[in-house]
């Protein structure tokens, strides 16, 4: 179980790599799974969380055991054999365990199951003849589960037993393993490519939902913060584009939105573009070049409008507008 410790620390913590997101930040308490668009700083979110925990101190196997209940099945052989069972400790990134949602993710990825080459050496049910899943590796810590939304119905089943009784049931083996983690998923509720989550497994957890950074000048600031900086972009010129990004996510025929990455990907391209001409600032033409590479790809428009003009044109009329309201941009 996490500590009454670490729970007040969580609780209490500004998670100082994420700008804005008070209100998200409050509702950490629980199992969860963050639901928004790209971008926002979802994965950035459930690292601060990992960063936030004390140093672990578990026993010097795959399945994280604590030193008071040393339970897994090479523990437990060990002490068998009368050997002695050594620790390690862990902290930060140590404790953060991704997982990348997928269809073909299995059961046996997240469980773990027996390796035929040392199933052949060892023998089927030995103890060296089983592999670990992700979810030992996060036992103590965090597990991290990307696009959660994107598996299949039988991936949520084989964690419905972690999730609500904190225990697994390790493959041919006979017992039960006690397993403790902070589980944070995502999922985007735009994806089409995804399998419904059952209302069994949703039940187990909160839903946050995140949304865009909540003004222009927070926005320019997450920016400035995670975009690499090669020559200068005048803050008035930045403030005019990253205002047109959100203009274009208000934008009724835009359909799919573009994300904080875009406002990234802009920053960062007219910089190069102004680099490579030598310059040491960036103008408002180093934006209008790479304004359609950046943003074409990244926005999806109604069907009334995308059978009447491309994505590229639509972003050259819609940026030359606002230029022109903007007064040039400068």
């Known amino acids: 179980m996490l500590s009454e410790q670490f729970k007040n620390k969580l609780l209490e913590s500004d998670f100082e790599d994420i700008l804005g997101q008070n209100r998200v930040k409050a509702q950490l308490k629980r199992h969860i799974i963050l639901v928004g668009q790209p971008g926002i700083g979802k994965t ?6 990992a960063k936030l925990m004390p140093e672990k101190t578990v026993c010097e196997c795959s399945f994280n055991c604590l030193p008071d209940n040393p339970c897994c099945p090479e523990c437990l052989e060990k002490k068998k054999k009368g050997q002695k069972i050594r620790t390690k400790t862990l902290k930060g990134k140590d404790l953060f365990v991704r997982v990348q949602g997928s269809p ?22 030995s103890v060296e003849a089983f592999s670990p899943g992700k979810i030992f590796k996060a036992n103590q810590g965090v597990m991290f589960f990307d696009e959660i939304n994107r598996c299949s119905e039988k991936l949520q089943n084989a964690l419905l037993q972690v999730l609500e009784e904190k225990k697994i049931t390790i493959g041919s083996y006979s017992f039960d393993f006690d397993v403790s983690f902070i589980f944070i998923g995502t999922m985007n509720p735009d994806d089409k490519s995804t399998e419904p989550l059952s209302d069994v497994f949703l039940d187990r957890f909160d839903l946050i939902y995140m949304e865009y950074p909540e003004t222009t000048e927070l926005e320019v600031e997450i920016v400035r913060k995670s975009g690499k900086q090669i020559v200068e972009f005048p803050n008035q010129l930045l403030f005019n584009v990253i205002q047109f990004i959100r203009d274009l996510r208000a ?3 835009v ?7 875009a406002s990234l990907g802009l920053y960062e391209r007219a910089q190069s573009n102004a680099y490579i ?54």
């Open 255 to 261: 359909e799919k939105k573009p994300s904080v990455r």
């Open 44 to 49: 950035t979110l459930a690292k601060n969380v």
């Open 104 to 125: 073909d993710l299995t059961a046996e990825d997240l469980i773990g199951d027996i390796d035929p080459v040392k199933a052949l050496k060892f023998g089927p049910l």
């Open 251 to 253: 934008d009724t025929d």
């Open 277 to 330: 001409k030598s310059k040491n600032k960036v103008s408002l033409k180093d934006v209008q070049d790479v304004i359609v590479s950046v943003l074409s790809h990244r926005i999806g428009l109604k069907p009334s409008i995308k059978f009447l003009k491309t994505p590229e044109d639509y972003i050259k009329e819609e940026f030359e507008k606002f230029s022109n309201q903007m007064g040039g941009g400068r």
